[in-house]
């Protein structure tokens, strides 16, 4: 089995004790009139946040270029299947995308919580979607029909959420969480309530992002390793004769380089706590770990980050090391609501 990198297999689909109160449309016919799925580049969506989605866009690329590579492959079939299904629900066909960042496409795959399928159906909402679970039939495992019970799960989801964002988070962490977070800021705009989500909510929203945004209008580009600095997400075809021609560029000045040393670390540590404590600019931290967004919200392709801080701080980073996981693990940690 060819072995890629993990996108996001997260806990499956909120369990259908969080769905007694939503409406379930009839035959799977649900109410034209959808918003459509922010990308990367969309200012009138993402307004001020939209060079950090761009820049979150840039390393999630890179960094999960071997797997997306792989999905590419597999996916002419699938999507082609998933784009009727979802069409014929009335459900914008960006959101196959989804299944992506929930299995990689796996038929089988398998979450911890006992999740199942391409789109990582707990069993007891699966059943409410309609499918069949028991010992002899699956149907989580069936593109076709999981994908059915999907677009109708995300229609109920969008008719009380009424936000394609804030639908892949309910889609992760429950309604409920997503609703509390509302409750919580009087605000419906996911950058207003990020903060209130499950960490792992934060990155599977900003995974679905990245991967819609990469198989809408990057495909052309999976392969090259890199996303030129130049490269404008709402005309593409601007700089993909650049791309092709020019490698992925050296992100550090030899002076850096030099002044530079790299500490594994397994766990996420706040760069605004990290530059106070060591006395170092936390520009400095960002421009020299552009990807760690990535490693704090559980997309990383692997499970350890290579941590770039100034050679001479290297001493003092240790002995702050242990204050520095305990008030990170605080700042970070899954909200309880």
């Not at 299947?81 to 089988?108: F, G, R, T």
């Not at 399928?117 to 039939?137: D, I």
């Not at 996420?268 to 967004?293: F, Q, R, T």
Request: net charge positive; glycine share 6%.
């Amino acid at each position: 089995m060819l072995r890629v990198d993990t996108i996001v297999i997260k806990k499956g689909v909120t369990p259908a004790s969080e769905l007694v109160n939503c409406s379930i449309p009839k035959g799977g016919n649900l109410v034209n009139g959808y918003k459509p799925i922010p990308l990367a580049g969309q200012k009138s969506y993402f307004g001020d946040m939209d060079e950090y989605v761009t820049s979150f866009v840039r390393q999630y690329f890179m960094a999960h270029n071997k797997t997306l590579n792989f999905v590419q492959d597999k996916s002419p079939s699938s999507f082609s299947l998933m784009d009727n299904v979802l069409l014929k629900n009335d459900i914008p066909k960006e959101l196959k995308y989804l299944a992506v960042i929930e299995s990689a496409l796996n038929y089988n795959a398998v979450s911890n919580a006992g999740a199942v399928g391409p789109w990582q159906f707990m069993e007891s909402t699966a059943k409410l979607m309609g499918l069949t679970v028991n010992k002899k039939r699956d149907d989580r495992k069936d593109l076709y029909k999981s994908t059915g019970a999907a677009a109708k799960y995300l229609g109920i989801l969008y008719n009380q959420l009424n936000d394609w964002l804030l639908v892949i988070a309910a889609y992760n962490s429950g309604p409920g969480v997503v609703q509390r977070a509302i409750d919580r800021t009087g605000s419906r705009n996911f950058w207003d309530i990020k903060k209130y989500l499950p960490r792992e909510t934060q990155g599977h929203v900003l995974a679905f992002i990245a991967t819609a945004t990469i198989f809408e209008n990057l495909s052309k580009f999976i392969g090259l390793g890199d996303i030129p600095e130049n490269f404008r997400f709402d005309n593409p075809k601007a700089s993909l004769t650049d791309a092709k021609k020019a490698g992925p560029p050296s992100p550090f000045t030899p002076e850096e380089l030099k002044n530079m040393s790299i500490i594994h670390i397994t766990e996420p540590l706040s760069l605004e706590l990290m530059a106070m404590d060591l006395g170092v600019d936390k520009k400095l931290l960002i421009k020299w770990n552009p990807d760690y967004d990535l490693f704090i919200y559980n997309t990383y392709p692997t499970k350890d980050y290579a941590l770039h801080i100034p050679k001479d701080k290297v001493d003092l980073f240790i002995q702050k090391k242990p204050s520095l996981e305990k008030r990170s693990k605080q700042i970070y940690s899954d909200m309880v609501m």
